[in-house]
């Protein structure tokens, strides 16, 4: 496709603003280095627009690209280059409001993206990225000779971001700079052992199926079809080990084998140790010896490469000729992107789930629930697809499938074997869900299962129920027994909007007929304001005295009232007053020759609908001077009084 004109100008305003730092350049440097550093200026801006370069001073443009040539001048392969600081014109040349990181390395995937979710845990917002990848040709002491085009050389990836401002001094650019080393070490190790993961995956497959276990022909097929499918580009592998089971003195140990460690598991940490050494729960020891050939489900731990995400674990069990658990093989890793886009039916183990859930449904092939039954198990969140038992995933498929015909709030629980979370499906209407309704979920979901939301991903799509699905850690052993109704119940009235709140409350104290039938009248009645501070409840108590004075015969009415929480001298009081405001300047002297000090009062207009007459209510705090009478004996005797004065019964 040609350009257009504008297009052809703007390439050609780059060019030209290119070529003039170029030329600044080769001012700085010595001339037989000028054409590589030129070289690496315009990789490094290759993608920048034009009014960026146009607008930019010259020095803050060269210094990032003069900061990346002299780290690069001296490495040797395998070496992390790296510099963080805060530039300052003085001393670097330059400068920047940023905390600039200058990275030099042998090229391998996976850099920029772990070094980025490695500042992203810190909540460190990234402002410039530039990550040229080059070939490099060094003598044999490390040197740097010169660059050449990326197919050629070493390949070398030369990194400069900036980063929110480090404002902890050199101590904490130092600690920056150590991290990421070791985040970048932790990617060397996981590219190193790539082909030796895959291999040890291809290795398992091929020994499911020349020598499988005692269990399930069908099961043993599907997890060898499941290895085999993972290696065809299906799963980022990041770490293995190998681990062997024993009984011992009573107890049973999960053993680390000495030496099988790859990837982000060739390290054994002192943790790891102690936890080989100690004898395992009761419950974790009883799940490690089911008849289950394959375990998939979340890593405790993110991921330091690629993406700051749970990993996920996949374990293979390994059976003695008894059919006894003698040990498991584990992959740590990532599924691909890919396999959150494909159907579920089409992926070994989650398609045999699939089957077994329609098996056991029963639906008649082509019906509708069928059919619902599909969208249900396509549409399920994929992680949980894969982690989840078949009995569990047709528990929650049916439930879900059945809010199609009756919608409401429901909640969904499945406890990870391991105890170390709860996963946890919440639906609410769709037109009801916000931020602030899901955050009052989310606390309510933390105080009944005692544990702390560390992730949630919401659908909100068209149907008409929105899903929020709540990752809630929990500490294993101490997973609290949860009544789900009532939890749901919870939820339910936390998503519930207030006039619904005001329907239910009519329709149980006057009946579904004439309830509903209120509720259609004084569901708008009620302005924002007045929402904003009382329940339903309170408003049934001022709709009794509402449809009291607009029916006729009266124009005003009292109703002193108090909460629990209010001292014995505090109380309120609301004032009535069909189709128009109270002054203040009447409705002062009738309360204060009460013997009460007023110190607030809050007016809101109710209509009710299809009606042109409304009622004012007034609200009013009040002190008395003395609380020796009971409130109980003053509450009529106040309503009563304040009605027989406005009326001109007696003299206020």
Avoid at 40 to 66: F, I, K, M, W
Avoid at 176 to 203: N, Y
């Amino acid at each position: 496709m040609p350009l257009s004109a504008t297009d052809a100008k703007h390439d050609a305003a780059k060019v030209e603003a290119l070529e003039r730092l170029v030329a600044e350049l080769r001012h700085r440097l010595p001339a037989e280095a000028a054409p590589s550093a030129a070289d690496l200026l315009r990789r490094c801006y290759a993608n920048t627009p034009h009014d960026e370069l146009a607008s930019a001073a010259v020095d803050d443009l060269l210094g990032p690209v003069l900061a990346l040539w002299n780290l690069a001048q001296q490495r040797q392969r395998g070496e992390i280059r790296i510099h963080v600081y805060n530039p300052q014109r003085e001393r670097d040349g330059w400068s920047s409001p940023h905390t600039a990181i200058d990275v030099i390395n042998d090229d391998m995937p996976f850099l920029l993206a772990s070094t980025n979710g490695e500042l992203q845990q810190r909540q460190r917002r990234v402002h410039v990225a530039l990550h040229p990848v080059l070939g490099v040709e060094r003598d044999a002491s490390g040197r740097l000779q010169r660059l050449l085009p990326r197919s050629q050389g070493a390949p070398e990836s030369w990194m400069h971001l900036e980063i929110d401002r480090e404002t902890t001094g050199e101590a904490g650019l130092q600690a920056l700079a150590t991290r990421l080393v070791e985040v970048l070490g932790k990617v060397r190790a996981t590219v190193s052992d790539w082909r030796p993961m895959l291999a040890k995956a291809e290795e398992i497959e091929g020994r499911l199926r020349t020598s499988p276990p005692p269990l399930d022909a069908g099961e043993v097929e599907e997890a060898a079809e499941f290895l085999r499918w993972l290696t065809e580009n299906h799963f980022t592998f990041l770490g293995y080990r190998g681990y062997a089971f024993e009984h011992k003195n009573g107890g049973d140990y999960l053993r680390l084998e000495p030496g099988s460690g790859l990837g982000l598991l060739r390290e054994v940490s002192a943790d790891s140790e102690e936890r080989s050494e100690t004898p395992l729960p009761d419950y974790l020891a009883r799940f490690l010896h089911q008849r289950e050939l394959l375990i998939i489900t979340k890593g405790s731990k993110k991921s330091e490469v690629h993406r700051p995400v749970h990993m996920d674990s996949i374990g293979i069990r390994r059976f003695d000729a008894e059919g006894k658990v003698v040990g498991e093989d584990r992959f740590l890793g990532l599924f691909t992107s890919s396999v959150y886009n494909s159907s579920a039916q089409t992926i070994p183990v989650l398609r045999r789930k699939v089957r077994r859930v329609f098996e056991r449904a029963s639906f008649n092939p082509g019906s509708h629930d069928a059919k619902a039954l599909a969208h249900v198990l396509e549409s399920f969140p994929r992680d949980e697809l894969f982690q989840i038992s078949e009995e569990d995933l047709y528990r929650i498929a049916i439930g879900i499938l059945q809010l199609h015909q009756r919608q409401r709030v429901a909640l969904f629980l499945r406890k990870d074997e391991f105890e170390r979370f709860v996963s946890a499906l919440v639906f609410v209407p769709r037109d009801r869900y916000t931020f602030e309704l899901r955050e009052r979920l989310q606390k309510i979901l933390e105080r009944a299962l005692g544990g702390e939301v560390t992730a949630f991903y919401t659908q909100v799509g068209d149907a008409a129920l929105a899903r929020v699905h709540f990752i809630v850690r929990t500490t294993p052993g101490q997973i609290r027994a949860v009544d789900v109704k009532r939890v749901e119940a919870e939820l339910a009235a936390a998503a519930r909007t207030w006039r619904e709140d005001l329907r239910e409350q009519l329709v149980a104290s006057r009946g579904e007929e004439v309830g509903l039938a209120l509720a259609a009248t004084y569901g708008e009645a009620f302005p924002p304001a007045y929402r904003d501070r009382f329940g339903a409840a309170e408003a049934l108590a001022d709709l009794e005295v509402v449809e009291r004075l607009l029916a006729g015969g009266e124009e005003f009415a009292a109703r002193l009232y108090r909460s629990a929480d209010m001292p014995a001298e505090r109380m309120r009081i609301k004032l009535y007053l069909a189709g128009r405001q109270i002054a203040l300047t009447d409705a002062l002297p009738l309360l204060e020759n009460l013997g009460v000090r007023v110190e607030e009062e809050l007016p809101f207009g109710l209509r009710p609908a299809g009606s042109e007459r409304g009622v004012w209510v007034h609200d009013f705090a009040l002190v008395a001077e003395s609380p020796e009478v009971p409130f109980e004996t003053a509450k009529p005797l106040v309503e009563e009084s304040l009605r027989r004065v406005w009326r001109g019964d007696l003299e206020n």
